[in-house]
């Protein structure tokens, strides 16, 4: 059984910072796919940002330049670095380890999701 360990959600205000991590356990294979989705009441579940093995990353064009992502493949554990950060991200955060296509993620294993609130 895979399992994702996420830690990191919080609640604060309109343009301060969070920082997420996630480490995975278990049966997955390599090289692989790490990264975040999130969903907010009401919305389908959406890409965030994911990373290979190899280090090739893909972000959302709502988080470009605002969010950070990086792994580390000895430690199997993904990190999303998020600054400047508005209501609308204000959502559950997902984690996940799968395979890819380019930038096309599938067979996802999911964490259990971490609560981000930003509100003032």
């Known amino acids: 059984q895979v399992r994702l360990v996420e830690s990191g959600g919080g609640l604060v205000q309109p343009g301060w910072s969070l920082s997420l991590s996630c480490a995975a356990s278990?049966?997955?294979?390599?090289?692989?796919?790490m990264g975040w989705y999130r969903q907010a009441p009401g919305k389908q579940r959406e890409l965030v940002a994911g990373?290979?093995?190899?280090?090739?990353?893909n972000y959302a064009d709502f988080v470009k330049g605002r969010f950070t992502i990086s792994r580390d493949n000895a430690m199997n554990t993904v990190h999303l670095q998020m600054n400047s950060l508005k209501t609308e991200d204000t959502a559950v955060y997902y984690c996940?380890?799968?395979?890819?296509?380019?930038?096309?993620?599938?067979?996802?294993?999911w964490g259990q999701g971490t609560q981000v609130t930003v509100s003032s």
């Open positions: 996940f380890v799968g395979a890819n296509s380019g930038t096309y993620y599938y067979n996802h294993y």
């Open positions: 278990g049966r997955f294979f390599s090289p692989n796919a």
């Open positions: 990373i290979t093995s190899r280090g090739s990353i």
